[in-house]
């Protein structure tokens, strides 16, 4: 070709040179598309523009913007995947091989944007999301990215140190960027835009702009990608602004009913499912009892809402309507009473439907006329009614709802959560994101399903609502437990300066989390702390109590240190096999371990630490006391260490 150019023309000169600079681009792009490496997408300069981290994207869209965020797969493919997610979420890391499997079957079609939203409760998200942008400067994000999503469990700093030093990280700069919070605003901003697109949960995905919420099947990616691509063809990207501007549809505000804000309430109320018609999952996550009113307007709108949380939350979400025909509304109580009946003719659902969509029209003939619609003996529901054959049936709602303090309508209890009114999506579903932790770690740690995973949320609910009688004071603040020492085992010089009484229960996973924190503080305040432990077995951890009492016996001969690290070891290990095995391990004389396991006198001190608890207000694990001063759950070591330090220096 130079050869050629040296013979041409001024104007087959320019020619060649045009046609030099297209190959340029072109063999740029080709050599580059598809790659992981985001240090070699802004090193392609200005025809990676579209891809490049900290590089605006060209064809970009203002509701559902790529921006600077790391992206997988050809630049020019025809369908985008933007994808909000948490590195300490499960059901994001159920989600990664449907992604990556999507990338392979639609290979130059689909291409996938990360956009960081560490959800509150996740208490380890935020740091490792900075960590995988850390990474990215590097040239490794989506290396980084697998790492995390393997190790879900391990996400502290020393963990996210040894993954950057695994993938060859300049460790210098990896650690410069966490120090410096280089990464905290972009992540924000991903977590605002998540905000304003209403995806506030994870994973919350938008294809072309269509919100996807959830870890779906494959085949459920699949079908909106295949529906994306009759429209986009084998157009490239620069299709994506306008196929977002005709797919994205805006979450309503979330303002709750008569512009009230949503009850800040955090009690878990016993509402019992009872013989109640149930939509949904048998094997839920999350168990929402509603109580509603058929001539209800607000009960009405509800429905929509309902549906959209089920749809959002495949499989993990079940309805238990409870009847509640409040007294000004006169035909509320037939249609409640009409509506047991066509439970008992298996029929309740779509007679539920009618009732709601036809809330003006309920009188006698109009129920039996959508009885019959939906395949219901009328004739036998007018004799229900005329009898009043299920008003006891409505009143045990009634009565129930009048006991827990739900007066109006519609009432909802999400896993035992209150939440009252026509609420919007975004208000159900940060209630939904806050009770399922609890449900999933009930899961993994006894394997509960369905009804008896229900049952173990709502064990210690209150059975009733209190407000009518003055609620005791709070105790301020900065309240001063004094709390015994006693007989409980103890740890650390028993003149330290600082003494950390910790109420714990071997069964629940964020006690044996906690453990590590425990002992990083004992060894950064070597000879300043002791730790006194108490027992707090929680009633739906059915292996708690027994095992408290192997380790109280464990403590009669020396050995309750040891033996407390060996049942945090394996929390599914707490049967009396499992005892007698961690007492031969330790040398235990067992002999003695096993008269002391019914020593009725253990069982006491269990209870002795069960009532201090109540009193001082330790009513969940883990619950410690730092000379007196409450501390609340698996917290990280700096929330111990800031109020040390500050009883270290009076």
């Keep these: 070709m130079i050869e050629q150019m040296k013979t041409a023309g001024p104007r087959r000169w320019l020619a060649f040179l045009l046609l030099a600079f297209l190959v340029g681009v072109g063999g ?29 994207f060209v064809n970009d869209s203002d509701l559902v913007p790529v921006g600077k965020s790391p992206i997988k797969g050809q630049k020019n493919a025809p369908v985008t995947i933007v994808a909000f997610e948490d590195f300490q979420c499960p059901f994001c890391a159920r989600v990664q091989p449907t992604l990556k499997q999507l990338l392979t079957d639609y290979k130059g079609k689909v291409r996938v944007v990360f956009k960081h939203n560490p959800l509150s409760f996740h208490k ?53 960027a966490l120090d410096n919070g280089k990464f ?13 697109t209403g995806a506030r949960g994870t994973p919350n995905f938008f294809i072309n702009g269509i919100k996807f919420v959830g870890a779906k099947p494959l085949a459920d990616f699949k079908k909106v990608i295949d529906d994306e691509l009759k429209v986009v063809g084998k157009k490239n990207a620069r299709v994506y602004k306008a196929r977002v501007a005709a797919n994205f549809q805006k979450d309503p505000p979330a303002a709750p009913r008569n512009n009230r804000p949503p009850s800040k309430d955090t009690t878990v109320y016993k509402v019992p499912v009872g013989d109640s018609p149930i939509l949904g999952s048998k094997n839920a996550l999350v168990t929402i009892v509603t109580f509603q009113d058929f001539q209800c307007p607000f009960c009405s709108r509800s429905q929509n809402t309902l549906r959209e949380i089920m749809l959002n939350n495949k499989g993990k979400i079940r309805i238990v309507f409870k009847h509640l025909p409040l007294p000004f ?15 008992r003719q298996g029929k ?31 004739n036998r529901m007018l004799y229900a009614l005329d009898q009043e054959t299920h008003l006891d049936r409505v009143k045990e709602d009634t009565e129930l709802a009048s006991k827990l303090g739900a007066r109006g309508t519609p009432h909802f209890f999400v896993n035992g959560r209150r939440l009252s009114g026509a609420q919007p999506v975004a208000s159900f ?8 932790a609890n449900a999933s770690a009930l899961i993994n740690t006894q394997g509960l399903r369905g009804d008896a995973l229900y049952e173990a949320i709502i064990a210690n609910g209150a059975e009733k609502f209190e407000a009518a009688a003055p609620a005791p004071a709070k105790p301020p603040a900065d309240t001063v437990h004094k709390i015994a020492v006693g007989k409980s085992p103890t740890k650390g010089p028993a003149r330290a300066k600082v003494t950390i009484t910790i109420f714990s229960n071997f069964q629940c996973p964020f006690c044996a989390r906690s453990t590590a924190t425990l002992k990083e503080l004992e060894k950064t305040y070597k000879g300043k702390i002791r730790f006194v432990f108490k027992n707090r077995p929680l009633p739906f951890h059915k292996d708690a109590r027994p095992a408290a009492i192997a380790a109280l016996a464990a403590h009669r001969q020396g050995k309750f240190w040891e033996f407390h690290d060996l049942l945090f070891q394996d ?80």
């Design 571 to 650: 929390r599914n290990a707490l049967k009396h096999d499992n005892f007698l095995d961690y007492a031969r391990k330790l040398k235990l004389n067992i002999r003695r371990f096993e008269k002391d396991l019914k020593d009725p006198a253990l069982e006491q001190l269990i209870k002795d630490d069960e009532a201090i608890a109540q009193t001082v207000g330790a009513s969940g694990t883990p619950t410690f006391y730092i000379n007196g001063r409450k501390l609340v759950g698996a917290q990280p070591a700096a929330a111990f260490e800031k109020i040390i330090d500050e009883e270290l220096a009076k």
């Design 329 to 343: 509304h006169k035909e509320a109580m037939p249609a409640a009473q009409a509506a047991v009946e066509a439970q």
């Design 184 to 196: 905290k605003k972009h992540i924000a901003d991903d977590q605002a835009l998540a905000n304003k």
């Design 429 to 436: 579903q940060a209630l939904i994101d806050e009770t399922i």
């Design 124 to 176: 380890d998200a935020a740091l490792a999301a900075e960590a995988s942008m850390a990474a990215g400067e590097q040239g490794k994000f989506w290396q980084y990215h697998d790492l995390l999503f393997k190790n879900q469990k391990a996400l502290k700093r020393p963990d996210l140190e040894s993954y950057a030093k695994q993938l060859g990280l300049n460790m210098k700069r990896f650690n410069a």
């Design 28 to 56: 740029a792009t080709v050599a580059l598309a598809g790659q992981d490496d985001d240090a070699k997408q802004m090193r392609a300069g200005a025809s990676q523009a579209e891809e490049a981290p900290g590089v605006q």
């Design 348 to 378: 309740f659902w779509e007679f539920h439907d009618l009732l709601f969509q036809n809330q003006k029209a309920l009188g006698k003939e109009e129920l039996a006329a959508y009885a019959q619609r939906v395949g219901m003996d009328a």
